[in-house]
């Protein structure tokens, strides 16, 4: 079983709709991490937390939310999707260490 | 300035040839310095990871680091076709939020067999 999932994978929405995207990790790491993936403009950091109670904006954390619901569990949200809100998302995590492993990833479509 | 500068590329190499992927930064208190390779459509994967000046090895990949021209990279020796990916060198920065990585935009690299 992979260490970090992401679920969804694929996830098609119209514009003004709440979702959320779920991150679990079995790696036993203190700190995750949600990123957004465009093309020409690279991986920026939107969230990431060090633990259940701290959490912190990154580069990009505008029309963002996320919950840390235990120390394996991370969600993003977004509360009315725009379609420039169309990226691949990934979390990722890491121990006390700087080394950050990646999931799978959600493609994420806003219509 | 970008803080983390990679030439997109595509590098073309003959398979068995060394492929050599720079990336130069620009905060000079940067402590950590990491290459990902990510494939079409998939997820980055940690290949390396450097702190120090110098030479790190592991298998067909070498990082190289020096501070004092704020520049690291990786060379990738005998290189094979199913190296064609996109590789991204990261680097977390010094003071405040010290644990965020910051990319760079990647350098595509495509092995001719």
């Known amino acids: 079983d992979a260490d970090v999932t992401q679920t969804p994978r694929n996830r098609i929405t119209k514009t003004g709709k709440r979702i959320m995207l779920e991150c679990s990790q079995t790696k036993g790491h203190d700190r995750m991490y949600w990123y957004r993936q465009d093309p020409g403009l690279g991986l920026r950091l939107i969230y990431y937390s060090f633990d259940v109670k701290d959490i912190n904006k990154g580069e990009i954390s505008d029309g963002y939310s996320v919950s840390r619901q235990a120390q394996a569990k991370f969600s993003l949200s977004l509360e009315s999707a725009i379609p420039n809100q169309t990226a691949l998302y990934f979390c990722a995590t890491s121990a006390q260490g700087y080394e950050q492993y990646f999931g799978p990833g959600t493609r994420l479509t806003v219509t | 300035q970008k803080e983390v500068e990679q030439n997109s590329g595509p590098l073309s190499v003959p398979e068995g040839a060394i492929a050599s992927l720079n990336c130069t930064y620009s905060?000079?208190?940067?402590?950590?310095f990491f290459w990902y390779r990510q494939y079409s459509g998939k997820s980055p994967e940690l290949i390396m990871s450097?702190?120090?000046?110098g030479d790190k090895e592991d298998g067909r990949f070498t990082a190289q680091l020096n501070k004092a021209s704020q520049y690291v990279s990786l060379l990738i020796r005998d290189s094979q076709p199913s190296d064609s990916a996109t590789y991204l060198c990261?680097?977390?920065?010094?003071?405040?939020?010290?644990?965020?990585?910051?990319f760079g935009k990647g350098t595509k690299l495509s092995v001719i067999p």
């Open positions: 990261a680097v977390i920065r010094s003071g405040a939020g010290s644990y965020q990585l910051t």
């Open positions: 905060d000079r208190g940067s402590q950590s």
């Open positions: 450097i702190y120090s000046n």
